[in-house]
């Protein structure tokens, strides 16, 4: 029971960090005891990788058509052949990596704080900011993400910032409902009444008290949102709307190659298998994190 | 012992007003306690103890009637200087301290909370006085045991030094061994500080431990009052009290509350 040095004590911020270092820290540690999660990160991270260096590891560029070379199959020149301009469909799909990632990430990005926002004001304040939140939420919700999405890219002209925006637009809802679920049951707590009662503003409870309770759930379900992002982002491209030609965006590609489908399958199927292991990263990784963050999800 | 801390008059509750439901859970229920003095609210489950506490310290709105806190009227919203004068402690100490915050941060919160300054400065005193090393300020509370986490809370709830300290059951989540330890904390604090404690329980031991007067209640009404002397000799004036001390005894494991009762030569 010495005295203490006010020093220790203090520094709550240097903490926070602190702390945040060593939640990372242990969910990196937690995900190594799960063979699938830690296999899904293991993609995810080479997918990011490969994205990140692109422009050095690619072994063609992107963009460049070499009509002498047309539709070739998987080769050692072309591991996954090239399309219909000579393109090299592997460094394509490298590039289109970059697409891919930035487009989701972007989404996240935005989803992320506006669900949680809407979500916790709406649980905290109730009454009638909780109905009229909750109604525009339902209103949302109700549209099909994907027509919603395609036509608002459609309005707004297709392009990869529309299709982000359009993407944001529908998938927040998810996040705004799982947030005011906890921020109900974080405001009924004891330690937020004893802070109503040493005269924490609304502000306050709502950031220092209610907000950090909820943010482990909101980052799970986004984990798990980001396999429907990749793929609606490339059902998108797909269709047309997203970034445009001769970016190479993964559901483009798709797109181009259907045309040869028989012929030449590894135009449509080399994007495919990119989609379906991005997708497939994201959702396995969103199932570890589900439980390692979700103790309601714990494996007895 | 003159000056008046808490005054009630005819606090009525009634949860859920016209609807099918509706719960009248305190009746038109007066009463007073005196600067210093402890006063224990006893009574079973559900019989509108807690909600009396809870609207004294602010928490509810559903309530009518009066409440004076050191000698000031108060209403349904509380002024930071009203909330001063009285500060409440949790029954469960699990759920009362916010599980991402540090406990230097819960000590320093009511401070910065109030806008009276950082309250980092302030910690390892609270700490001190609450019987716990100062280094605990870098714990989180899932760090803490059950005794520990509620002298954290006690320690909180003086942090703004109010002159009525409001106990919502403070030691029945506790082990037995840890509750005594805790009771007599807050005597001592009490003491120290001449501070009004108003202590609700269902546990006639940790009642007949710490107040002076008790009232007993049953289902929204007061049916008794007794005094420090009529715990200690098993009087009562209702025989819901009676019951109530026959339960005590019956089914207590606290040898303190037997030999009471065998002092008394009640029960036999």
């Known amino acids: 029971m010495t005295e203490m040095p006010v020093e220790t004590v203090r520094a709550p911020r240097s903490a926070a960090a602190f702390r945040a270092i060593g939640t990372l820290f242990r969910i990196g540690r937690e995900m190594t005891r799960e063979p699938l999660g830690f296999a899904?990160?293991?993609v995810l991270a080479i997918i990011i990788i490969v994205a990140a260096l692109a422009s050095v590891i690619a072994p063609y560029p992107p963009n460049v058509q070499s009509l002498g070379e047309v539709l070739q199959p998987p080769s050692w020149a072309h591991w996954a052949g090239t399309d219909e301009f000579g393109r090299d469909i592997l460094s394509r799909l490298m590039f289109g990596a970059q697409i891919t990632i930035r487009t989701v990430f972007s989404v996240c990005i935005i989803i992320g704080p506006i669900g949680l926002a809407i979500g916790v004001i709406a649980g905290f304040f109730g009454g009638r900011i909780d109905a009229v939140l909750m109604r525009a939420t339902d209103i949302v919700l109700s549209f099909p993400a994907l027509v919603l999405a395609l036509g608002f890219a459609a309005a707004m002209g297709a392009g990869l910032n529309t299709a982000v925006i359009a993407i944001s637009l529908t998938s927040w809802p998810p996040i705004a409902r799982l947030a005011r679920a906890e921020a109900l049951v974080v405001r009924r707590t004891d330690y937020v009444a004893a802070a109503r009662l040493y005269g924490a503003s609304r502000m306050r409870l709502l950031f220092l008290y209610i907000a950090p309770m909820c943010i482990p759930s909101v980052i799970v379900r986004l984990t798990l949102?980001?396999?429907t992002i990749t793929l609606t982002a490339a059902s998108l491209g797909f269709l047309g709307l997203g970034a445009q030609p001769p970016a190479p965006e993964w559901g483009a590609m798709i797109a181009s190659g259907r045309k040869f489908m028989l012929d030449y399958w590894w135009v449509a199927v080399m994007p495919g298998i990119a989609i379906l292991l991005t997708s497939l990263a994201f959702n396995i990784?969103?199932?570890?994190?589900?439980?390692?963050l979700d103790p309601r999800y714990d494996r007895s | 012992m003159s000056e008046t801390m808490i005054e009630v008059r005819d606090l009525d509750v009634v949860f859920d007003r016209g609807s099918p439901q509706e719960n009248h859970v305190?009746?038109?229920?007066?009463?007073?306690?005196?600067k210093g003095e402890t006063l224990g609210i006893v009574g079973e489950s559900g019989c509108g103890k807690s909600t009396v506490l809870r609207c004294i310290a602010g928490l509810e709105s559903h309530w009518s009637g009066e409440i004076h806190l050191a000698g000031r009227l108060v209403g349904k919203e509380r002024s930071r200087d009203e909330l001063k004068s009285a500060q409440m402690v949790f029954q469960d100490?699990?759920?009362?301290l916010h599980p991402r915050h540090r406990i230097g941060m819960a000590l320093a919160e009511p401070h910065r909370a109030m806008g009276i300054g950082e309250g980092w400065n302030a910690v390892a005193g609270a700490l001190t006085q609450v019987g716990l090393p100062a280094d605990f300020a870098n714990r989180f509370?899932?760090?803490l045991s059950g005794g520990q986490r509620q002298r954290v809370a006690i320690a909180r709830a003086l942090m703004l030094s109010p002159p009525i300290l409001l106990l919502d059951e403070p030691t029945s989540a506790l082990d037995v061994s840890v509750q005594a330890?805790?009771?007599?904390?807050?005597?001592?604090?009490r003491d120290e500080r001449t501070l009004t404690l108003l202590l609700v329980s269902h546990d006639l031991a940790v009642i007949g431990h710490m107040c002076d007067r008790v009232l007993v209640m049953k289902e929204g009404v007061f049916v008794d009052e007794l005094t420090k002397d009529d715990i200690r000799f098993g009087r009562t004036h209702h025989e819901y009290s009676a019951t109530l001390f026959e339960a005590s005894l019956l089914g207590d494991d606290a040898p303190d509350a037997m030999a009471r009762g065998a002092e008394a030569g009640f029960g036999s």
């Open chain 2, 26 to 34: 305190v009746r038109s229920v007066s009463f007073q306690a005196a």
């Open chain 2, 181 to 189: 330890e805790v009771l007599n904390l807050m005597c001592d604090l």
């Open chain 1, 40 to 42: 899904g990160c293991i």
């Open chain 1, 285 to 292: 990784i969103g199932d570890a994190m589900r439980d390692i």
């Open chain 2, 93 to 96: 100490p699990y759920g009362s």
């Open chain 2, 141 to 143: 509370p899932h760090e």
């Open chain 1, 225 to 227: 949102n980001m396999a």
